[in-house]
């Protein structure tokens, strides 16, 4: 999420915030206490500050899963491209629990959806049945994955 969000929701994001962004990003359960020794900030007041951005809706605090070592054997990139205003079908989509990603983009198509599915049958029902009827839907393209090579929420704040 950009700054300017977080500032429009009453967070600041200086260096501390961005410090204990990266210390949770390296490990998501660092007790408050750790980070606040790295930071230089009490326990109480990383508590605050991690409270805020998460209310800010900065950032979450999750569990991240390889989708295949819990029963999804199948992912798919998606590039859809509509006609009229995308942002009803961005919305649509996202409404869809198999749907994790959905980016409203430029350029060769208008949306980018990831979907996780349990196999081939189910993510034909859903380009199928379920993308593909969405009225303002005029075509899709699959990008099935083969295989996951590399997959890390540890960008960073730069």
Known sequence: MSEQLGR???VVMDALSKAIIEQLQQDGRRP???IGKAVGLSEA????????LIDAGVMQIVAVTDPLTIGFKRQ?????RCAGDVEPVADELAA??????????????DLIVEVV???????LEIISKRIRAIPEVSSTESFVYLRLRKQTYSWGTR
Do not use: H, N, W
């Not at 007041?45 to 805020?52: L, N, P, T, Y």
């Not at 798919?76 to 859809?80: E, H, K, L, Q, R």
């Open 8 to 10: 429009s929701q009453g």
């Open 32 to 34: 408050y206490a750790s």
């Open 45 to 52: 007041a990383v508590r605050q500050r991690v409270q805020k």
């Open 76 to 80: 798919a990139m998606i590039g859809i």
């Open 96 to 109: 869809m629990p198999e749907v994790d990603y959905v980016v409203i983009t430029a350029g060769s198509f």
């Open 117 to 123: 599915c349990e196999d081939d049958d189910q993510l």
